[in-house]
């Protein structure tokens, strides 16, 4: 952590009550409230300059504070770090009303430039597809604001209440904002309102203020486009659920014995949807290099740095011993490693500036989200969705193998882009799920049925967010990012 000085006030002024000296005393008393504190000089006319050269620290423009600042840590410096650990200095400069209507005016532009974008790329007889859509989602939003319940008619992530798969992710994804990020769920309901033509507009409220001084921009900006992505995504022929084996009815299971069968349905599951488009067109490839072999590590970057949010709330539950150590293992083993990431795409051209400036592929976005949602809300899902992260215990990393195999015609990139994979390979993080259940003694009937719905919802995210891949970079010709608002973004950083 940084050291706090008095150095980093934009416009310090000294705030005391009074400074209090006698004609006749050597000493200077400082009050502020019914703290106290006497500065001791060498004699009365050293104490009477003291005096009127701190009357003008009042006034944040006086020359004194740039004789302090520039003091170092003795003499006049001493004396501004003494004031600010006794919360004498404060701060003058008061931008608060500019800066919040710059937010609000961000929010507002950003609101408006993701409604215009994913009308501009919807066919004409979708569109009111997409008006009916956001209705039905105002009304998700507004409960999601109210209540912690997830959606209105039943758990979003079942396939019997909610079929349409963007529909249940974006209405999953209230839950999350509603916990991380309330100024995106209440932003995300003005979008929906103005969709379905509505004057909306952000609230005034103290919430509102507290939200726009606490939460991040670039996040709810990239959570909007998104919200607007999967509304517009909701209204194709694509959007029902994948089809998937039936929820086997079990008695009462054990932890393992429990594991196992998620694992059965996930294969089973797998099998029955086939082959990933994103495999089938780097298949295609050949010994070819194409921007499809560059997009997964950029997204992947994306979600690392993100990665340890899916671990962090588990720690703060009492969770029995194996398990919380476990998490806590975990969590130190992932932290990091995004490092790994960025070392993989600069190799592949792509700046720092770039990565701090794209904007992720909404899907995998809300991969994090729900994996961190399921972990605030579902400590048991959170413990089998590991399998959906770190792969199947018993079998191996066959999209890395395919990454690796077509890459080697660089082969620095092919040697750090198996880094991460080799590091996860090493930790043994293909069995934590099974570490984990190893140690849960029983699973109800109903709650079997709810982690397997939620294991089946985060299977198909993950599969189409492999097939977002496709369709953002398998199209291209030289490699861009996405920018905001779905623009594209130069691997230098620039605008595409």
Partial sequence: MDLWTFHRYADPR??????????????IALTQGDARYVLALDDPASATRMAAELATLRDGGAPLWDVMREAGADGWGALGAFLDGRALIGEGHD???????????????CINGTIAAIRADLPAHRLDRLVAHAAVLRLESDMALATATSGTTGDPFDADVQPNFHLGLIIAEFAYFRNSAPLTLIAAGVMLARITGEDAALPESDAIVEALSLYDPRDLESHLWLVGRALADSTGDTALRFAVPPIPDLPTLSGLEFMRRVEMLTRSTLGKWGENPYVTMLDALGDRWSPLIAGPFIEQYHVTCRFVEIIAPNLSRRLIAPLRAMMFRYFGEEVGHEALESTTCETLGITQAALDRAVPL????????????????????????????????GE??????RLASVARTNPAFSDLAGDHDELNEDLNHNSISRDAFEHIVAIPPATQARVMRRILFLLELNHRAWGGIADFYGSQTSLHLQGPLGRPLAPGGGSG
Avoid: N, W, Y
Wanted: contains cysteine; glycine residues 2%; hydrophobic residues 55%.
């Fill in 14 to 27: 000294l705030c005391v009550d009074a400074i209090q000296h006698a004609p006749d005393a050597s000493a």
């Fill in 362 to 393: 909404p899907l995998h976005f809300a991969f994090v989200d729900l994996l961190t949602l399921m972990a605030q809300v579902d400590p048991v899902t959170s413990c089998a969705s590991v399998m959906v992260i770190e792969g199947v215990f």
């Fill in 396 to 401: 191996p990393p066959k999209m890395s193998l």
């Fill in 95 to 109: 931008g608060i009303r500019q800066t919040l209507a710059a937010r609000i005016a961000a929010i507002d532009a």
